[in-house]
């Protein structure tokens, strides 16, 4: 299945039909109109060709940059538990974390809810969260 934040789409009737597949029922204009409240823009790709994506990620172009600075100074301990990691960071600096770790993209992970101290990631169906831990530590220990 394409990714519509990975920019995987090329097309508004491409990402209608990818809407449709995830349980969406709406047509391409609405689709066109909305595609600045959805948050996606069309982004350029190697070759010139042209997709619609996350438009946090073109304006960041994070790559898991922000997660490998902030982890080894703010992550302090993960636990996976069911389809979710519990992350403990330092106090009054789990939101700055959590949205290093939606920037990242990280394979797996759906989305985060953040506390003061404490971030809940949610994982993606099928995900291993024993693997999505073990990978945020990777970032934590670099």
């Known amino acids: 299945m394409k990714s519509v934040r990975g920019g995987g789409i090329a097309s508004q009737s491409q990402l209608v039909r990818t809407l449709a597949e995830q349980g969406f029922d709406v047509n391409q204009t609405t689709v066109s109109r909305d595609l600045k409240e959805l948050g996606l823009v069309r982004l350029r790709g190697p070759g010139g060709t042209t997709s619609y994506g996350s438009a946090g990620a073109a304006e960041s172009g994070d790559d898991g940059d922000g997660l490998r ?18 992350v403990r960071t330092s106090p009054g600096n789990a939101q700055g974390l959590a949205a290093a770790l ?5 394979p797996g992970v759906a989305g985060t809810v953040a506390g003061d101290d404490t971030i809940l990631v949610v994982c993606s169906r099928g995900s291993d969260s024993d693997g999505i831990c ?8 670099e």
Request: overall charge negative; hydrophobic content about 60%; proline content about 6%.
């Open 69 to 86: 600075r902030m982890a080894p100074q703010f992550l302090l301990a993960a636990e996976p538990t069911g389809n979710m990691v519990v």
């Open 102 to 106: 939606d920037a990242a993209h990280l």
């Open 134 to 141: 073990a990978k945020m530590m990777e970032y934590a220990l």
